[in-house]
């Protein structure tokens, strides 16, 4: 009589595959599936984060040249609806007197903020002195 036992090597490699197979099943599940919602409750470091990214974000626009831009659009609509009959008569003209002009406009901007630039030193070392004597006397 053969004594047949009870768990053979063919049986515990079914078991074993159907246990790995069961478990990569659900470590996919867990990778590919859908994440679990974000908690309700608000993080006060998120929220504050936020806050400042968006405050710097209002502040970067806020210090955006909105006014010169418009300038610089105006000037070049002027530029393109000028008559096209100057240009006939020579085509260098415009762009020299253009350019002229610009150089002109730009060396007068340049005068006007090394004046105020050269306004803002003297005040500020006048007020040092002040300062300084008003130390010495005390």
């Not at 515990?12 to 246990?19: Q, Y």
């Not at 309700?40 to 502040?59: G, N, Q, R």
């Not at 010169?68 to 008569?89: F, Y």
Request: net charge neutral; hydrophobic share 35%.
């Amino acid at each position: 009589m053969e004594s047949r036992s009870r768990f053979s090597y063919k049986g515990a490699t079914v078991v074993m595959c159907s246990i790995n197979l069961f478990l990569s099943l659900l470590l996919l599940r867990g990778f590919l599936g859908v994440a679990p919602p974000p908690p309700l409750e608000a993080d006060p470091e998120k929220a504050e984060v936020e806050k400042f990214i968006k405050e710097s974000e209002e502040m970067r626009l806020a210090m955006e040249p909105v006014e010169l831009i418009n300038r610089l659009r105006m000037l070049e609509q002027e530029r393109n609806t000028e008559p096209e009959n100057l240009s006939q008569n020579d085509p260098g003209r415009n762009s020299r007197t253009a350019a002229a002009d610009l150089s002109k406009r730009l060396h007068d901007l340049h005068t006007a903020n090394d004046a105020n630039g050269h306004k803002a030193v003297e005040e500020w070392l006048r007020r040092k002195i002040e300062r300084d004597r008003a130390r010495q006397q005390h």
